[in-house]
């Protein structure tokens, strides 16, 4: 599909109100909301699932205001970010634990000279939010700066701050390689 097939279901879902249109645009783009959210959620699989539903809720109700000015993906994912943060926030309050104070609980650093994938989710999950959102959106979803700048509402000149911060941390977290 492309962003012509974006914009005539769209277009469907606004004019005609077609439920068709709109699980078609729900089938496409929900996977990719899903990695995002569970990798901000440092893999919880049960609040992945609750960011995108009410993410999806959010942008069907603002569906019309989208203007193209961006890959509908892209404009989605801005919901997923921002329902994301609310969470998050909402969690440090109640718990009065900054979540940059998470253990990273990375003991088994090494497996055979690489990197466990689990080991490598868990240092990314105990990253401060903040990096964890640059990271994510940059080396996992592709992002540019300038798009998440756009999703974050910072500079590009920040996110690439955050990301080298972001790298810096993970590479620390995880510890010294061996041979290197």
């Known amino acids: 599909m492309t962003e012509t097939d974006d914009r005539a279901l769209v277009n469907a879902v606004l004019a005609r109100g077609d439920e068709g249109a709109f699980s078609a645009l729900y089938a496409r783009h929900?996977?990719?909301?899903?990695?995002?959210?569970?990798?901000?959620?440092?893999?919880?699989?049960?609040?992945?699932?609750?960011?995108?539903?009410?993410?999806w809720v959010r942008a069907a109700e603002r569906l019309g205001e989208f203007e193209w000015r961006s890959a509908l993906r892209t404009w989605l994912s801005g919901f997923v970010v921002r329902r994301w943060r609310e969470l998050a926030r909402a969690r440090r309050r109640a718990a009065s634990v900054p979540l940059a104070d998470a253990p990273?609980?990375?003991?088994?650093?090494?497996?055979?000279?690489?990197?466990?994938?689990?080991?490598?989710?868990?240092?990314?999950?105990?990253?401060?939010?903040?990096?964890?959102?640059?990271?994510?959106?940059?080396?996992?979803?592709?992002?540019?700066?300038e798009e998440i700048g756009a999703l974050l509402g910072i500079e590009a000149g920040t996110s690439k701050s955050q990301l080298a911060r972001a790298r810096s941390a993970l590479r620390a977290a995880?510890?010294?390689r061996e041979g290197g």
Do not use: W
Not at 37 to 45: E, I, P, S, V, Y
Not at 110 to 115: A, C, D, S, Y
Not at 117 to 131: F, I, K, M, N, W
């Open 30 to 55: 929900t996977p990719a909301l899903y990695g995002l959210a569970l990798r901000l959620t440092g893999g919880d699989h049960a609040d992945a699932q609750d960011v995108v539903h009410d993410a």
């Open 174 to 176: 995880l510890g010294p």
């Open 104 to 145: 990273v609980g990375v003991e088994d650093r090494k497996r055979q000279g690489t990197f466990d994938r689990v080991l490598l989710e868990q240092a990314v999950a105990g990253l401060a939010p903040g990096y964890r959102e640059v990271l994510v959106l940059h080396d996992v979803h592709g992002y540019t700066h």
